[in-house]
Structure formats: structure tokens, C-alpha cells
Nanobody, 116 residues
Framework: QVQLAESGGGLVQPGESLTLSCAAS????????ITWYRQAPGKPRELVGG???????NYARSVRGRFTISRDNDRNTVYLHLSGMSAEDTAVYYC??????????WGQGTMVNVSS
């Protein structure tokens, strides 16, 4: 079984940057992709972007050019770097792992609050 743990959320001012982490732990898993989602207050959860095991990366149109996904395989961690942030980026950010044998695991989420 694999567990995901997000970290790095917090309070930032408009225009600032922040990097979120999604660390995978456990054994015996084969992850095909890690995707990031976010859920703003009162809104449905939306896809932010993702990275596959062969490093294909895609982004939602709303964050393309501002957010960057990367990975550190030695640390079993995927990062989401948020830049040029605005109040519209305020949300709980989640990562999700897809993999072999029906693997589909979510992290607990990390809150990002963009406010002056």
C-alpha cells in the first residue's frame, strides 16, 4: 500500500510563489502518474496537472505558464511550484497517485491561502 503526504501550504500574498510537495511512501507499488488537484471553498475539485512515470507533464489551462510540476525520484516526491499567485488560487491542494493493480490513492491535502 502507498501513502501520499502533501506539505508546503500556507499563507502567501498575491504575486508570490510557493512550492508544494507530495511524498509517496510504502512498498510494493508501481505508480503510473501523480496528479495534482485543488478545491476552492464552495467549488468542486479541479485538476491542476500531472506527471507520468515517463515524465510527461500536463497542466490545466488555468494554471499553465504559472505552475510547474517536477519530481525527485530519490525522494519519491513530486513538487508543484506555484507562481504569480492570486486569490483565485486559494484552495486545498491534493495529490493523487495512479498505478498498477488498481492503485488510486489521495493525500490529505494542504491548504494554500492567497491574501493581502
Amino acid at each position: 500500500q502507498v501513502q501520499l503526504a502533501e506539505s508546503g501550504g500556507g499563507l502567501v500574498q498575491p504575486g508570490e510563489s510557493l512550492t508544494l510537495s507530495c511524498a509517496a511512501s510504502g512498498s510494493g507499488y508501481n505508480i503510473y502518474a501523480i496528479t495534482w488537484y485543488r478545491q476552492a471553498p464552495g467549488k468542486p475539485r479541479e485538476l491542476v496537472g500531472g506527471i507520468t512515470s515517463d515524465d510527461k507533464i500536463n497542466y490545466a489551462r488555468s494554471v499553465r505558464g504559472r505552475f510547474t510540476i517536477s519530481r525527485d525520484n530519490d525522494r519519491n516526491t513530486v513538487y508543484l511550484h506555484l507562481s504569480g499567485m492570486s486569490a483565485e488560487d486559494t484552495a486545498v491542494y491534493y495529490c493523487r497517485a495512479w498505478g498498477g493493480n488498481g492503485l488510486d490513492v489521495w493525500g490529505q491535502g494542504t491548504m494554500v491561502n492567497v491574501s493581502s
